[in-house]
């Protein structure tokens, strides 16, 4: 539908009304304009009755054309509404994985933490053994050290007394 039918249906409509032959038509109703006709036809001068018909024409055309454009819209939203119930479900889909996925990063995540920290406790405790460990050995071999240079000396002692 151009622009033109639709500014001569407007038109029209102003001039039915301006006469006096029609009520301003809000709800776009076949019934006023069939009053209009039948008002038109019984008591208008026949000089203007052809310029009146011809607006009411134009006017029950520009409606039906917006009826048939009407129905067109309703067929093609139709068909659409499947499509767009399916992407409403793929969205739907689409945010549940969203949000399953980041509770499983945040497990893992907390996780990941949750061993670290339990590596860090052991490793703390493995290097306390070890420090604990490397002292009594340093002990053990000071002692040892002692034990053999006093075993040394006696051993040195006792081979002077045996040679005097």
Request: glycine share 4%.
């Amino acid at each position: 539908m151009n622009q033109d039918s639709m500014a001569s249906a407007m038109q029209a409509q102003e001039y039915l009304e301006k006469q006096g032959y029609t009520l301003p038509d809000m709800q776009g109703g076949k019934a006023a304009l069939s009053y209009t006709l039948w008002g038109l036809a019984h008591c208008m001068p026949s000089a203007i009755l052809p310029k009146s018909l011809r607006a009411v024409a134009i006017i029950l055309e520009h409606k039906e054309a917006s009826n048939v454009a009407n129905t067109i819209v309703a067929a093609v939203m139709h068909k659409l509404d499947p499509l767009l119930d399916l992407m409403d479900h793929a969205a739907n889909v689409m945010q549940v994985a969203v949000k399953d996925t980041r509770m499983v990063v945040d497990w893992l995540y907390r996780t990941g933490e949750e061993m670290r920290d339990e590596l860090q406790k052991g490793i703390e405790l493995v290097k306390e053994d070890l420090q604990k460990l490397v002292e009594d050995i340093k002990d053990k071999v000071s002692k040892l050290t002692r034990l053999v240079t006093a075993a040394a000396s006696n051993m040195g002692i006792a081979q002077y007394n045996t040679r005097r």
